[in-house]
């Protein structure tokens, strides 16, 4: 439920982010190379069906799963940032570690704005 003007646009907001992170987490499965050995649906399950149960509260803005959803990207952010200290920069995980820097800071705005 949306209580003022201004949650409107951090709705939507949030919800491109959050399609940007999915995006990108899919992406960066399959490019440069696949891991070998390893079964791509499996990869594409661990990483997406955390972020995929929060699917129905970020498109209609609840805070409760907002909040939910901001403890699961903090996971997310740390990963992103360990790859991408490990390879020294590489763009997927930079990428990623931005969105869901942005995904955390619009969710956490979302929360501010649509105070009850």
Avoid at 31 to 56: C, D, Q, R
């Amino acid at each position: 439920m949306l209580y003022s003007p201004k949650a409107k646009i951090t709705l939507v907001l949030t919800a491109l982010i959050y399609l940007a992170v999915i995006m990108t987490l899919i992406v960066t499965t399959f490019y440069p190379a696949p891991v070998t050995g390893v079964s791509v649906a499996l990869m594409l399950s661990v990483k997406l069906i955390p972020l995929l149960l929060f699917v129905i509260p970020v498109f209609r803005g609840h805070n409760r799963g907002y909040i939910w959803l901001s403890f699961v990207v903090i996971f997310y952010f740390t990963q992103a940032v360990v790859t991408a200290w490990l390879s020294e920069g590489n763009l997927g995980p930079m990428l990623l570690a931005v969105l869901t820097f942005a995904l955390f800071t619009v969710a956490m705005v979302h929360l501010k704005v649509n105070r009850a």
